[in-house]
């Protein structure tokens, strides 16, 4: 199985601040890579997909990069709506696993 | 609009069964690939199973055997079939969409509590 290793497991931030999540994988997916943020007894919610596309209805302070299997997830100037947890999932090859979560908290 | 609707969650006893419904609605669940994905208390996400259109399905090894993934195409309607159950499957289940073009998971329901207990 394809792993994802997230980090920070948390992050502490302040609104308006710049912040960068990192997904690692165990082995090289190329583009394969998507992000969702969860809000408290939420459904996920679809961020960017293959590394570095926003989705449709996604506001553009959201931006991811990488391939093979360094990518990140930024997040330009935080807003207080952003606190919330966020995910990558690989979608190279069956299970599809996802990232353990980075949880975003307001300093 | 796209819409995905899940039920049939709730208690059972370890070792008992559970069938989990999801209702889609503006879209055609057959011309699609679907998939279950759970998450169990205060914790991250887990694949659980995918239907391709043409209807073949694929399984999380921790519910091979035990899990089935099936759809009514008359009710666009997918269902989630859980026997054996164990202690270990209690999660909130989402059903959702997987998008063909780099396989996210563009559109999911609100999910359905499932707990495993005695």
């Known amino acids: 199985d394809t792993q994802l290793t997230q980090s920070p497991s948390s992050l502490s931030a302040s609104v308006g601040d710049r912040v960068t999540i990192t997904c690692r994988a165990s082995?090289?997916?190329?583009?394969?890579l998507n992000w969702y943020q969860q809000k408290p007894g939420k459904a996920p919610n679809l961020l960017i997909y293959?590394?570095?596309s926003l989705q449709s209805g996604v506001p553009s302070r959201f931006s991811g990069g990488g391939s093979g299997t360094d990518f990140t997830l930024t997040i330009s100037s935080l807003r207080p709506e952003d606190f919330a947890t966020y995910f990558c999932?690989?979608?190279?090859?069956?299970?599809?696993?996802f990232g353990q979560g980075t949880k975003l908290e307001i300093k | 609009e796209v819409q995905l609707v899940e039920s049939g969650g709730g208690l059972v006893q370890p070792g008992g069964s559970l069938r989990l419904l999801c209702e889609a609605s503006?879209?055609?669940?057959?011309?699609?690939?679907m998939s279950w994905v759970r998450q169990a208390p205060g914790k991250g996400l887990e694949w659980v199973s995918i239907?391709?259109?043409?209807?073949?399905?694929y399984y999380a090894d921790s519910v091979k055997g035990r899990f089935t993934f099936s759809r009514d195409n008359s009710k666009n309607t997918l269902y989630l079939q859980m026997n054996s159950l164990r202690a270990e499957d209690t999660a909130v289940y989402y059903c959702?969409?997987?998008?063909?073009?780099?396989?996210?998971?563009?559109?999911w329901g609100q999910g359905t509590l499932v707990t495993v207990s005695s």
């Open positions: 959702a969409r997987f998008r063909l073009t780099w396989g996210e998971f563009d559109y």
């Open positions: 503006g879209f055609t669940v057959s011309s699609n690939y």
């Open positions: 239907m391709y259109s043409g209807g073949n399905t």
């Open positions: 082995q090289d997916i190329s583009s394969y």
């Open positions: 293959a590394a570095s």
């Open positions: 999932q690989q979608s190279y090859t069956t299970p599809y696993t």
